[in-house]
């Protein structure tokens, strides 16, 4: 009889960790990015002599949509690239640029990437797009329901990738208006696999005002 309640007692603490589990009360909670802090991130080209510049340069004329990949190699982070690339003909024909932002180079990580998202990626070394407070999500990751759904949704559409790099720092996509409009969809991944809603995108976008050359002087 003891051992039964044991057995009882570790099975109805493992369902209610579970259930935690699968609530957002302990995931932290992301605190929103200035305009002000993502103007002034250095940014590194990806070419053989990198150039360094100011991450305001993205969206300055004509605002800009940016991922911040969590791991390119991950292949959540590939479906999502191939969401945002979805959206390529539609943000040509507005005029808004769509880039990509990685903490690190490992291998042939970002080339292997590049399949899935045709835009430009930049380096971000001090990992400034993934804060102003980083935020992981480490192995209570693998008992979440979303990330299984996730997962599941994106095997089911011919994603793969391997487990190169770092993978915990959660990433996110920002719409940025031209100029000093600001932040106009900040979408932070709570979960492994948390997609940013395209038409969400679409729609923030849209408000975006394009610089003229008589606004960009005034």
Known sequence: ???????????????VALLLANTDMFLSKPRKAALEYLEDIDLKTLEKEPRTFKAKELWEKNGAVI?????????????????????????????VPLYAVV???VKREVEDFQPY???????????????????????????RLGVW????????????GNLEGEGFILGGVFVIGSGKQ?????????????????????????????????????
């Open 149 to 160: 759904y996730n997962s599941f949704r994106a095997w089911n559409g011919g994603f793969s």
């Open 103 to 105: 903490k690190e180079q």
């Open 117 to 143: 998202f045709k835009g430009e990626i930049f380096l971000d070394e001090k990992k400034k797009f993934y804060g102003p407070e980083r935020r992981k999500m480490m192995f209570m990751g693998l008992i």
């Open 182 to 218: 600001g932040i106009l969809l900040e979408h932070r991944e709570k979960e492994f696999g948390d997609r940013v809603n395209p038409l969400s995108v679409l729609e923030a976008v849209k408000k975006i005002k394009l610089q003229t050359p008589a606004s960009g002087r005034s």
């Open 67 to 95: 991922m911040a990949v969590r791991r390119p190699g991950c292949f959540l982070c590939r479906a999502e690239a191939a969401d945002l690339m979805s959206l390529k003909p539609k943000l040509d024909e507005l005029g």
């Open 1 to 15: 009889m003891g051992m039964w309640s044991i057995g009882v007692g570790a099975v109805g603490a493992a369902a």
